[in-house]
């Protein structure tokens, strides 16, 4: 199996609400709320861990789900997400550039 | 339900407040004559300061970020607080002349993750417009930046609104947008200033104007269902809010200032001296508002357009009195359904009541 590396779109604004996340597109202003279960593999898709790892420590440590179950599943979730363009999906580590340097740091124009 | 429909009523129960503007300076590169705000500058917050209140936001669950003024980009440090809101991943929106942005700034606004700009347009005359805006040229400016805001795949929305002098050039202004790429909104609500002062009033649409307007299929869509009779109102309307102010948004000055919306200047407390979290659970003045369903109001909670009425409780705290009707949206719910409301049913009565002391002269 390729390991597969997951990073949020930086065109994108999320906020947890409760126990799930919002997320809307910078892009096409489309609007999407992610599950519990998706929100926890949002939070880790930080293109530095594999989706495998994201899949054994988070999901399946906090939703008592095996890794062969789950995995396909968070596959899919990732894929679709891609599709729409607010995550990045890779064979490799993606790096991920901060949106912006701490308010008070020169601001490159 | 939609989704937005289900987050707000999520956003309710939960109470989050999921919608913040934040006006980040009064000070403005033009003087549009109906504006309802002084554009001195009596201390706004430094950019450090808004970076501190945008994480107590970010901590208090907001998701939507209006980012606006006076003219937001006067301040030379408005990027680094656009870039500050962006890093904590709220969904940002601008309110701008745009009369500042060039090429630079439009690419930078797009790689930011900006959702969407929204413009004031008062006109698709330069004539009209710049006589609103009080600055020569304005609108070819303005012109310029909405193309290259577009160029670079921003969402724009073009706002106009409608007063004594534009009403006529609606027509124009949305087809103008059109061939910008841009969304198209129509505001004929002009309010008082915010110190009270409402001069600014004589500017707003005459009422044969506003019926023209609200009988436009072009700019409100199905005109029957639009300007329908109101439905017969049911508990759920008697049990419902009168808005989102208070509620799910509110409204922060460039001085840190809190209200339950921005035109709704009822204050609740100063984020400078204040945890925004506990003026948004404790302030006594948001706990009022909440109180409020619409079958408390005094007078709407007996008008058959209670359900479809637009009334803003900002507009009535203005007027005196926040549970009380708001004269405007009265006006509009009449001049859209000529069926007289229960704001105006009582004013007809008040002032055909002889007073208390009558003199005839012989």
């Not at chain 2, 023209?212 to 109101?230: I, K, Q, T, W, Y």
Request: aromatic residues 6%; proline residues 5%; glycine residues 6%.
């Amino acid at each position: 199996m390729n390991e597969k590396y997951i990073a949020r779109s930086r065109q994108v604004a999320y906020r947890v609400l409760g126990e799930e996340t919002i997320v809307m597109s910078a892009t096409d202003s489309r609007l999407f709320n992610l599950s519990e279960v998706a929100t926890v593999i949002w939070q880790a898709a930080d293109g530095r861990t594999s989706l495998s790892e994201i899949v054994n420590r988070r999901v399946c440590a906090e939703f008592d789900v095996l890794p062969q179950v789950a995995y396909p599943d968070a596959l899919a979730f990732a894929e679709e997400l891609a599709r729409h363009g607010i995550l990045h999906i890779s064979d490799r580590p993606i790096p991920v550039v901060e949106t912006s340097a701490p308010i008070g740091a020169a601001v490159n124009p | 339900m939609s989704l937005m429909e289900q987050l707000n009523r999520k956003a309710l129960g939960l109470g989050v407040p999921l919608s913040v503007h934040l006006d980040v300076t009064y000070r403005c590169n033009e003087r549009c004559e109906h504006c309802y705000l002084e554009h001195d500058d009596r201390g706004e917050m430094t950019a450090a300061e808004i970076a501190g209140v945008l994480r107590q936001l970010a901590d208090a669950g907001v998701f939507f970020l209006t980012l606006s003024g006076g003219e937001p980009f006067v301040r030379r440090d408005c990027f680094e607080i656009i870039e500050c809101a962006r890093s904590l991943h709220f969904n940002v929106k601008l309110k701008t002349n745009a009369v500042l942005l060039r090429e630079k700034e439009a690419k930078r606004l797009r790689a930011l993750g900006v959702e969407q700009v929204q413009i004031s347009v008062y006109s698709h005359r330069a004539e009209v417009h710049d006589a609103t805006t009080k600055v020569a040229g304005s609108l070819n400016r303005t012109l310029a930046a909405i193309r290259l805001l577009r160029l670079h795949g921003l969402k724009v929305t073009i706002a106009n609104v409608l007063m004594r002098g534009n009403s006529r050039d609606s027509e124009g202004v949305r087809a103008l947008a059109a061939q910008l790429g841009a969304h198209y909104t129509l505001d004929p609500t002009i309010t008082p200033m915010i110190d009270g002062n409402t001069s600014v009033l004589r500017l707003r649409l005459p009422a044969q104007e506003l019926g023209e307007v609200f009988h436009n299929a072009e700019l409100v869509g199905d005109v029957e269902s639009f300007c329908a009779p109101p439905p017969p109102v049911d508990e759920d309307v008697r049990e419902g809010l009168p808005c989102s102010a208070g509620h799910t948004a509110c409204y922060i000055s460039p001085y840190g200032d809190v209200y339950p919306c921005v035109q709704f200047p009822l204050p609740c407390g100063n984020v400078r001296r204040q945890q925004f979290l506990d003026i948004w659970r404790s302030s006594s003045q948001l706990e009022q508002v909440r109180s409020i369903r619409a079958k408390d109001l005094p007078t709407c909670s007996s008008c058959s357009h209670l359900g479809t009425c637009t009334r803003c409780p900002g507009l009535a705290y203005m007027e005196g009195d926040m549970r009380g009707p708001s004269t405007a949206d009265c006006e509009k719910s009449f001049i859209r359904t000529g069926i007289r409301t229960a704001g105006m049913l009582l004013r007809d009565a008040a002032s055909a009541m002889p007073g208390l002391v009558q003199i005839q002269l012989s």
